[in-house]
């Protein structure tokens, strides 16, 4: 199985920005199988349920949580075996811990949060 662990996450004051990555380890049939499938971005704040941010998928095609459209970008190496989520413009309701998602396994988590 791919093992997945989120690095970048921190503490930023609003309208500030960071960069959280997502490195994919394992096997070499466990980091295919990340190369070829979708990986998502996640996110969950206290009280509340996961929620999809971003999603790429193979080709680098990316869709949005309407509420980040415009202010974050989800992109993968597939060379390097990441997927990156830069975030810009933050504001304090994106204070979260965010996961990263490929098949049915995710990463621990990292902690993001804003700052108003």
């Known amino acids: 199985q791919v093992q997945l662990v989120e690095s970048g996450g921190g503490l930023v004051q609003a309208g500030g920005s960071l960069r959280l990555s997502c490195a994919a380890s394992g096997n070499i049939l466990s980091l295919t199988l990340f190369r070829i499938n979708s990986v998502g971005w996640y996110r969950q704040a206290p009280g509340k349920q996961r929620e999809l941010v971003a999603v790429?998928?193979?080709?680098?095609?990316?869709n949005y949580a309407d509420d980040v459209k415009g202010r974050f970008t989800i992109s993968r190496d597939n060379a390097k075996n990441t997927v990156d989520l830069q975030m810009n413009s933050l504001k304090s309701e994106d204070t979260a811990v965010y996961y990263c998602?490929?098949?049915?396994?995710w990463g621990q988590g990292t902690q993001v949060t804003v700052s108003s």
């Open positions: 998602k490929s098949e049915n396994y």
């Open positions: 790429v998928s193979r080709d680098g095609t990316a």
